[in-house]
């Protein structure tokens, strides 16, 4: 099963971003770790405890990495620079918004999708929300 790593400025909102998706869907169980914030308990993020989320959450399918905003996102691609090179190349950064993509990836990795449609619907899920919104 695909794992999903999020990466968040603030562990407050990552946390809470998983409890929600998890609270929605809790008959999944999909592996999600979270690389969010300071050791103090303060704002940033740190490319080593996102390489930690990477090797907790692989299982040899894919990494799913979902940022927030600015250093989170390069964190995340530092991150992937930094780990092992086999697991580099099932691991992906992606371009969803957090809590949308979160939810998407959750869905598709808890039900069984190949890591590509976990991928695939975590970067769609801005648009799926752009076609509710706009009708």
Not at 7 to 30: I, K, T
Not at 41 to 63: F, K, N, R, W
Request: proline fraction near 4%; include cysteine; glycine fraction near 10%.
């Amino acid at each position: 099963m695909s794992g999903i790593v999020v990466v968040s400025h603030s562990r407050q909102l990552a946390e809470a971003a998983v409890a929600l998706v998890a609270g929605l869907m809790p008959s999944l169980d999909v592996n999600v770790q979270v690389a969010a914030g300071t050791p103090d308990g303060g704002l940033g993020t740190d490319p080593t405890a996102v390489m930690a989320g990477i090797e907790a959450a692989d299982d040899s399918e894919g990494v799913l990495l979902l940022a927030d905003v600015g250093s989170g996102i390069m964190s995340a691609q530092m991150a992937v620079e930094l780990i092992d090179s086999e697991l580099t190349e099932r691991t992906v950064v992606s371009p969803a918004p957090l809590v949308e993509g979160l939810l998407a990836a959750y869905a598709a990795a808890g039900t069984g999708c190949p890591f590509d449609q976990v991928c695939e619907r975590a970067a769609n899920a801005a648009a799926d929300k752009r076609c509710q919104v706009e009708g």
